[in-house]
Structures are given as C-alpha cells and as structure tokens.
T-cell receptor, first 111, second 115 residues
C-alpha cells in the first residue's frame, strides 16, 4: 500500500541554519510527491512537488529531489528564516484520488 | 489568489450531537475532498467527491459521515452522533483535475472538539 514516513519534530533552528526534513515513502506504481506547508492559522499550501523519479521540486529556496532508489523526498533549505516557521507535510499521490500524508514536522526558526 | 475557505474555524460539540462542517472550494474546481488529522497523527483521507457523488472513500468514512454539495458553491461534511474520537482537525480540499500529478488546494481547517 501507500504510506509516508516523515521525520518527527519539533525542529528548532537558528536563522540562516541549514534545514533537512526527511521523508520516505512506500507506494505501488509511480506516485507524485509533494511538500505542503501550514503557516499558523492558515491552510495547507503546496510548497513544491515532483512527479517522476529524479525530478527536483523547488520553491522559495526549498528543494526536494524524488529519489526512487531510496524512496525518499527529503526537504532542504540552505538558510532558513524566521518566516519559515511552520508545519511541513510530505505527501504522495498515487493513481487514485487520495493524498497520503506524513504526520507533519513543526519547524521553529529563532532569530 | 483563489482559496478554499472553511467555516467554522473551531467547533465544540457535545457527544452525540450532529455537526456540519462547511467548505467553499475554489470556484472552477470539480473535485472535492475531506481529510482529517487527529492530534499527533497523520492527515487521513476521508472522502472524494465528483459530479455530485462520492468517488472514493476510506474505511473511516462510515455511515456516521455524509457529504453534500447543496448548491453551486458549498461542500459540506456532516457527522452524525459525534463521538469523542471524532475530535480532530478537518481539512477540505479541491482540485481542478483528478490526475496523480495534480496538487490539491486545502482550506485552513476546522478544529472539531467533541466533549
């Protein structure tokens, strides 16, 4: 079946630190992979996506590469800002309608 | 920028009562979804809806739950006879396509607390 395992939080980093949030998946077929972000009081917003192996999704300085050989889609950012404080969700979508989400990782960036 | 809106943002209800969670999807979207997240757990799929009928549902979505698109703009989730374990954040989502590589747009969620 389909599932996503995400690095547990919470994560606290200083401003300008390097961020990695690990995400691995199990899927039948060839899913698309997504990172969503939820800022306080807001909905889940698409951060980036990758639809096939070796694709790299990127947005707002965040990147993630679809690695089929390691079934991973780790989120990275070279220099985080206070405004990046949010909850980050890794997700996959297979051939059906459903998204399969991880538990979410809370990130707090301190000045 | 178009967005999915959900009301209310927080709902407190007594066990055994019925609640209706409301969502206004993005206006030109055709596919609608409900998800929920129990505190500390994964975001779980409940149901998808297209062309005025359920297209897929999870095993969570039993007879206690129902969805409806009563007019051209609203999409509702009704929970009958609520239980303590229904307490969760409920997310509505919509998309314009049903392809695996298409993202869904999510609302800000309704936090349901059953007491």
């Amino acid at each position: 079946g389909n599932s996503v395992t995400q690095m547990e939080g919470p994560v606290t980093l200083s401003e300008e630190a390097f961020l990695t949030i690990n995400c691995t998946y199990t899927a039948t077929g060839y899913p698309s992979l997504f990172w969503y972000v939820q800022y306080p009081g807001e909905g889940l917003q698409l951060l980036l996506k990758a639809t096939k192996a070796d694709d790299k999704g990127s947005n707002k300085g965040f990147e993630a590469t679809y690695r089929k050989e390691t079934t991973s889609f780790h989120l990275e950012k070279g220099s985080v800002q206070v405004s990046d404080s949010a909850v980050y969700f890794c997700a996959l979508r297979g051939t059906g309608n459903q998204f399969y989400f991880g538990t979410g990782t809370s990130l707090t960036v301190i000045p | 920028e178009p967005e999915v809106t959900q009301t209310p943002s927080h709902q407190v209800t007594q066990m055994g009562q019925e609640v209706i969670l409301r969502c206004v999807p993005i206006s030109n979207h055709l596919y609608f979804y409900w998800y929920r997240q129990i505190l500390g757990q994964k975001v779980e799929f409940l149901v998808s809806f297209y062309n005025n009928e359920i297209s897929e549902k999870s095993e969570i979505f039993d007879d206690q739950f129902s969805v409806e698109r009563p007019d051209g703009s609203n999409f509702t989730l009704k929970i009958r006879s609520t239980k303590l374990e229904d307490s969760a954040m409920y997310f509505c989502a919509s998309s314009d396509q049903d392809l695996g590589n298409t993202e869904a747009f999510f609302g800000q969620g309704t936090r349901l607390t059953v007491v």
